[in-house]
């Protein structure tokens, strides 16, 4: 079954603790994103990555990390949280053509 | 810069009374128009892909259709798991979707 898995589904962690949230697809797909998705502001892109070793700034992206050593995973790397940054993150992976396929979620709480 | 904006931002129906979701873009060149559906904490999901002015899609009792300037996604005869935020999403080669905030539609029984 082509999906996109995100692990953990939901964290809660303090400020300044290091985290990553995984994502992985199992489509071969080139193209990877990372967007959150806040109240009123919908969904924004945090980065994205176009092939291994790619990587590019989206529209939201101070505060993150992402790498792309492997096609399949894009892990989303927060060095050290803030408040601000809780919200809810979502991974999505596409060939650059057609539908994006999004992950089912993580849901952060930054105390 | 692209942009994309939704209306309306909250739409309530009764079912069966059909209607139809707005998304308005301004895009350097399009590439491609998306229609997702997202049900609360759910990440989208894929309804439509159009991507020249004149196409149209349908779905169930769902219909997308594309102009230069906007896009239409038409409910006939909603029923109540109908209800969702039906998002819409611009695509224009630079390797980004941009996004709309989304309609929430509430389809009473």
């Known amino acids: 079954e082509a999906q996109v898995t995100q692990n953990p589904r939901y964290l809660i962690t303090v400020t300044g603790k290091k985290l990553t949230v995984t994502c992985s697809q199992n489509?071969?797909?080139?193209?990877m994103s990372w967007y959150r998705q806040d109240p009123g502001l919908g969904l924004r892109q945090i980065y994205y990555?176009?092939?291994?070793?790619?990587?590019d700034k989206g529209d939201v992206p101070e505060g993150y990390k992402v790498s792309r050593k492997e096609k399949r995973n894009f892990p989303l790397i927060l060095e050290s949280p803030s408040p601000n940054q809780t919200s809810l993150y979502f991974c999505a992976s596409w060939t650059g053509s057609e539908t994006q396929y999004f992950g089912p979620g993580t849901r952060l709480l930054v105390l | 810069e692209d942009q994309v904006t939704q209306s309306p931002e909250a739409l309530r129906l009764q079912e069966g009374e059909s209607s139809s979701l707005n998304c308005s873009y301004t895009v350097s060149g399009l590439r491609g128009l998306f229609w997702y559906r997202q049900d609360p904490g759910k990440g989208p999901e894929f309804l439509f892909t159009l991507y020249s002015a004149g196409e149209e899609k349908e779905k169930e009792r769902l219909k997308a259709t594309l102009t230069k300037k906007e896009s239409f996604l038409h409910i006939t005869a909603p029923k109540p798991e109908d209800s969702a935020t039906y998002l819409c999403a611009v695509f224009s080669g630079y390797s980004t979707l941009t996004f709309g905030k989304g309609t929430m539609l509430l389809v009473s029984p």
């Open positions: 489509m071969n797909h080139e193209y």
């Open positions: 990555s176009m092939n291994v070793e790619v990587t």
